[in-house]
């Protein structure tokens, strides 16, 4: 698995952040950052394929080291 970070253009709600419930949600002004484990590449695209659909801008989208 991967440990990803994700900074959307967005404060989500809490019912927002729940449609990603493996995810770590943190709001600050006006943004969000979902954090979490990604066990593979088709994982991480349903995530932006959702985010996408919700019509929220992904902003940034990191890989953090072990």
Do not use: C
């Not at 900074?7 to 493996?22: I, M, N, T, Y």
Request: hydrophobic residues 40%.
């Amino acid at each position: 698995m991967t440990r990803m970070m994700i900074r959307v253009d967005a404060e989500l709600s809490d019912e927002l952040s729940g449609a990603f419930p493996h995810l770590t949600a943190r709001t600050q002004r006006a943004t969000t950052t979902l954090t979490g484990e990604m066990t593979d590449q088709q994982e991480l695209q349903g995530v932006m394929s959702l985010l996408n659909t919700l019509g929220i801008e992904v902003v940034e989208v990191v890989t953090i080291p072990d």
